[in-house]
């Protein structure tokens, strides 16, 4: 199974070489760093480590890039796809598992959740409120059981990487991308992973900004296209 | 009742003149092929409207007595805020349609740029600056 691992990385020249490092050490060859427009040294660090570097022009913010990488995939042939932060925060041990689970083919989309039995993870109170919710939201609207949707760390196979590749949603795209996936009759699992603080550099979701994700999220959700009124409005404006 | 008892005269030629200066605009616009017609039809076929109920206050009065607004000008500003939100929506619609072009056109670059390096790496041509 020819797998790649998309980095989507905004200015983490400093967090890249040791992410990059570990995906080396857990036998992943192919790193796909997308750069968004960074304007630090990125793109030299991710292809001085050997990575492909997909360079875009300006700032798409996650969800472009992150779509970078799914069209990379489809056009390259691969059969899975993987989904990493570029922060240093996903541990890329994990990603054995979720591998596992597609090539058995009992999932499409895996997800890594923060809230397994075996997790430290602490966050405020308010957030894990916001999560719960977002969960209980996506299940009510599509069926797809995942405690933490607003996850990064992602694993889907070749169905999944076509879909992603056609529609990827923009703006705090992470729980929506879990919806669409189930609406495409994906199956969407969940592994429990850890993850780490941040080695630099700050989360891009201050306390400022989470009211904002709460509402378009919500939104997105709730107006979430059926399969059939989507394809009217592809995004894959190719003639 | 006549014309003017419906819409004063003063505001009818001033109206009607504005709405027909922009009219020309638009369809100026269209010939020098600074305006895709696709784009301008919405202001084409708004602007005529507009400018028929101010040439036709009769046709006003009834849309005014359908909407029981008591003041014929009163339609008359209602309809214009009406027209610049449709205008507005449309344009929103537009700048919508041309974010997710831009998208994919800079995914589509960052890909090709990738692929020339590629290339270039095989062909032991350097780094390209």
């Known amino acids: ?239 | 009742m006549n014309d003017s008892s419906l819409l004063p005269s003063e505001l009818r030629l001033f109206a009607g003149a504005s709405l027909f200066l922009l009219l020309g605009w638009v369809l100026r616009l269209i010939r020098r092929q600074e305006l895709g017609l696709r784009e301008s039809l919405l202001w084409l076929v708004s602007t005529s409207v507009a400018l028929s109920l101010v040439l036709f206050p009769a046709l006003l009065l009834r849309v005014a007595q359908i909407l029981h607004v008591q003041v014929p000008a009163n339609a008359l500003f209602a309809a214009a805020f009406l027209y610049v939100l449709v205008n507005l929506l449309s344009t929103t619609i537009a700048v919508s349609r041309n974010a997710a072009r831009a998208r994919r056109l800079s995914q589509e670059c960052a890909i090709l740029r990738a692929e020339i390096t590629e290339l270039r790496r095989t062909l032991k041509l350097g780094p390209q600056r």
Not at chain 1, 128 to 144: D, K, P, S
């Open chain 1, 1 to 239: 199974m020819r797998t790649l691992v998309i980095v989507p990385a905004f200015n983490e020249a400093l967090n890249l070489p040791s992410v990059i490092q570990q995906l080396r050490g857990c036998d992943c060859e192919d790193v796909c760093v997308v750069d968004d427009g960074s304007t630090d040294d990125t793109c030299n660090v991710a292809a001085r480590m050997g990575a492909i570097v997909l360079r875009n022009p300006f700032n798409l913010g996650i969800g472009g890039a992150v779509q970078t990488g799914y069209l990379w995939a489809r056009d390259h042939g691969y059969d899975v796809a993987a989904q990493i932060d570029g922060d240093g925060q996903h541990d890329p041990a994990y990603l054995r598992a979720a591998l596992e689970l597609i090539a058995s083919g009992k999932a499409d989309v895996v997800v890594g959740g923060r809230f397994g039995a075996a997790n430290g993870f602490r966050s405020s109170f308010v957030r894990r409120l916001g999560i719960r919710y977002l969960a209980w939201l996506i299940r009510l609207r599509c069926g797809a059981r995942v405690s933490d949707p607003t996850s990064g760390f992602r694993v889907v196979g070749r169905a999944g990487i076509e879909l992603f590749a056609q529609h990827y949603p923009s703006d705090y795209p992470e729980p929506e991308a879990i919806a669409l996936a189930q609406r495409s009759g994906l199956r969407v699992t969940e592994i429990s992973v850890r993850m780490r603080a941040r080695e630099h550099g700050k989360s891009s979701i201050d306390s400022f900004r989470t009211l904002y994700y709460l509402l378009k999220v919500s939104l997105a959700l709730l107006l979430l296209p059926s399969l059939r009124r989507r394809e009217a409005f592809d995004t894959n404006l190719a003639v």
